[in-house]
């Protein structure tokens, strides 16, 4: 599974809120909501992100191994 924790983790660093990158890379709300369900993003939206906060995709999220594997 993909978790955006590390993501979270470096908004709240920046003193970011969810909402306030959203509107900074132009994205919906259901794209913005799939963040706090760990699902997946395309990298376009990766891309905007890792451009605006100037960080690296490692920087967002991480891979957790399933509980079942």
């Known amino acids: 599974m993909i ?3 590390p993501l ?4 709240i660093d920046l003193d970011m809120t969810k909402t306030e990158l959203a509107e ?14 760990n699902q997946y993003v395309s990298l376009e939206v990766i891309d905007r992100i ?12 991480e ?7």
Do not use: E
């Open 3 to 5: 978790s955006y924790k």
């Open 24 to 37: 900074k890379i132009g994205i919906s709300s259901s794209t913005l909501a799939k963040f706090g369900n």
């Open 63 to 69: 891979y957790v191994p399933d509980k079942d594997d």
């Open 8 to 11: 979270m983790k470096l908004l």
């Open 50 to 61: 890792c451009k605006a906060l100037d960080c690296q995709p490692g920087d967002l999220f």
